[in-house]
């Protein structure tokens, strides 16, 4: 061996120790499967530590939240505007609602967009929707 400043002095490393009980199951089995059993050990969760970050991965507070907002737009709203307009989806407080005519979208945009606004501000609270942007589809 090289002995000098950077070398480090050689030494053979060992396995664990197994314990009593784990070198009678390995004679037992013919095979030591302790490091799989552990491996196996290590990787489960329980479901309640996983769900929050699932549940925020797919966005689902967005989705019920949209689910929301067209069973109120259906319930609230003006049948001919429901008849002609539908909301599609919020994004940053903005609510993007889909109307199918240009008459409808000129109606809604000059006349009754601040009615709108606020009965869905009266239910879902300002921070949620603070906008609506009316597009022909």
């Known amino acids: 061996m090289v ?21 009678a ?6 095979w030591n499967w302790s490091g799989d059993e552990i491996a196996r050990q290590a990787s489960g969760k329980k479901a309640a530590a996983v769900l929050p970050r699932v549940l925020a ?23 001919n505007i429901v008849a002609h307009a539908q909301p599609v989806g919020i994004r940053n407080g903005t609510l993007f609602v889909t109307v199918d005519s240009s008459v409808w979208l000129d109606e809604m945009v000059r006349y009754r967009r601040r009615e709108i606004l606020e009965r869905l501000q ?3 609270g300002r921070e949620l929707i603070r906008r609506i942007s009316f597009r022909l589809g």
């Open 3 to 23: 002995s000098g400043p950077f070398s480090l002095p050689s030494r053979r490393s060992q396995p664990p120790r197994s314990s009593p009980r784990q070198r």
């Open 25 to 30: 199951l390995a004679q037992w089995r013919g």
């Open 57 to 79: 991965d797919l966005r689902m507070d967005r989705r019920q939240a949209e689910a929301e907002i067209l069973r109120v737009w259906s319930c609230q709203m003006d049948p």
């Open 122 to 124: 009266n239910s879902f």
